[in-house]
């Protein structure tokens, strides 16, 4: 059974793409897979399980050696189990850049595109299977391309990612603006969380000059809600970057409507990042990014020290 899963703290993408791409290996290639999750999926990738009548997929800490398993939305070492260098991995489907670390123990099938979502290479690959997915599947490949491009609004939205979404919304019968709404607002109740939850909810680790960053967003329509809480964030990010072993915790609010970013600037290297690597005049504990969506192509590629 090959085990199809993508990186740690899963959103929607990492949760919708494994369930994708398990039931196109198993119904359409005759190749029994399972989606599992390598944590509890976030609260809008959760929202679409319910939507689309979904089952939740297995929850898995590591793999074992001889394990078969296909990685999809991630190629990081760091955002993948302990073991995935003992195991078999036969696939890798991404759309962020090649970060390297994997070992495999042969040859395997890679496909990293300059797409928004991995859901859109997935179609991609499919050809004209992809008219054989069920409602429940189309449901979760349109869910992963809204959440990743927010509607559309992100820079890293192509003109392939906005034409597959709009004809699935289509042969759905769902309206991409009411349903997008309903996902961000899925997206904005963190109000469970606690402070260290939030801060590693959906997160990428990045080195820079030597210093190891836990760099995690937060998008959000109710931004104010997040923000009402800083004081308590940036207090609760020492421990974070201490059990993650990490130097610093940066966290940017990202407001899908205003369409910007507000960093919280807890300290001087926070302080010095900001002005350094977005040109930004920081005066208090936060500062408002304009234009800034996107952590993949706009926030990792500007850091400087």
């Not at 993508?6 to 399972?34: M, Q, R």
Request: net charge negative.
């Amino acid at each position: 059974m090959i085990k199809v899963f993508g990186h740690k703290s899963p959103d929607t993408d990492s949760t919708g793409s494994p369930i994708v791409w398990a039931w196109y290996l198993t119904e359409i290639k005759g190749t029994p897979a399972e989606a599992k999750l390598l944590g509890e999926p976030n609260t809008e990738a959760a929202f679409v399980l319910q939507r689309w009548g979904l089952p939740k997929p297995e929850i898995i800490t590591d793999v074992a050696a001889g394990d078969c398993c296909v990685v999809v939305d991630t190629n990081n070492l760091a955002e993948l189990p302990t073991s995935i260098n003992d195991a078999q991995v036969v696939q890798v489907i991404d759309h962020h850049m090649l970060a390297g670390g994997l070992k495999t123990k042969g040859p395997i099938d890679i496909t990293i595109r300059p797409l928004a979502c991995t859901a859109t290479i997935m179609h991609d690959l499919m050809g004209m299977d992809a008219a054989k997915m069920p409602d429940p599947i189309k449901g979760a490949m349109l869910s992963c391309i809204l959440s990743d491009t927010l509607a559309f609004r992100s820079p890293t939205t192509t003109d392939h990612d906005r034409a597959l979404a709009e004809r699935l919304a289509a042969e759905l019968g769902v309206s991409i603006p009411d349903y997008s709404a309903e996902l961000f607002a899925a997206k904005s109740d963190v109000s469970a969380f606690t402070d260290a939850e939030l801060l590693r909810m959906d997160s990428k680790e990045y080195e820079l000059a030597g210093k190891q960053l836990r760099v995690s967003v937060l998008e959000t329509t109710s931004p104010k809600v997040v923000l009402d809480r800083k004081a308590s964030l940036m207090a609760s990010m020492a421990d974070v970057a201490k059990e993650d072993g990490a130097d610093q915790v940066l966290l940017f609010v990202i407001d899908i409507l205003r369409e910007e970013a507000t960093l919280l600037v807890p300290n001087d290297l926070v302080k010095r990042l900001a002005e350094a690597s977005f040109g930004a005049e920081v005066s208090g504990d936060t500062v408002v990014l304009p234009g800034i969506m996107s952590r993949k192509k706009q926030i990792i590629p500007a850091l400087k020290h």
